[in-house]
């Protein structure tokens, strides 16, 4: 069964950087893509982009200019920095599995909440 | 591509069968997920592909559909069902969501 834990700041200064670590257990991370989802409070889900077990990365062009994903093998973990953030970053943060084809989010984290607050 | 589900809420009674539509604003053949969350639990996958049910999914969910136009059916409402229910596309990056539907009990 696989797990996602995600871990990091709850609460993070406007103008700095959101980093968060989504560690990966009872499987590799060297299958499938990595998502990164975030929900602020109250609202829909907002897909943040994805990475793969080589560092190929694919990010929500909402957000690309302030995202960076990264992938370690060796610790089963991938990683997200959201820099500049303001309060409309203010949100839960999951980490989720998406499958090869067709393509769906079978496995998730708890999520963490993530607050812009100075 | 932006997902539109209606209604955004809806209020039933146990027993009842519910209908969630769920519209791509292109066609997406059959990339679209349905995903049931809870208050502070993540999303959980229910349908994918469409119509195919997750594992460990009652059947009491169903869903259909291709190209544009979606549906998620659930065919007796049992208490646990109460919960927001979220399409998704994978046709193309980025992923998408739709705005959810709030199904409470009435």
Known sequence: QVQLQESGPGLVKPSETLSLTCTVSGGSISSSSWSWIRQPPERGLEWVGKIYYSGSTNYNPSLKSRVIMSVDTSK??????????????????????????????????????????? | IQMTQSPSSLSASIGDRVTITCRASQTISTYLNWYQQKPGKAPKLLIYAASNLQSGVPSSFSGRGSGTDFTLTISSLQPEDFATYYCQQSYRTPITFGQGTRLEIK
């Open chain 1, 76 to 118: 089963n973990q991938f990683s997200l920095n959201l820099s500049s953030v303001t309060a409309a970053d203010t949100a839960v943060y999951y980490c989720a599995r998406k499958t090869t084809e067709p393509y769906y989010f079978d496995y998730w984290g708890q999520g963490t909440l993530v607050t812009v607050s100075s």
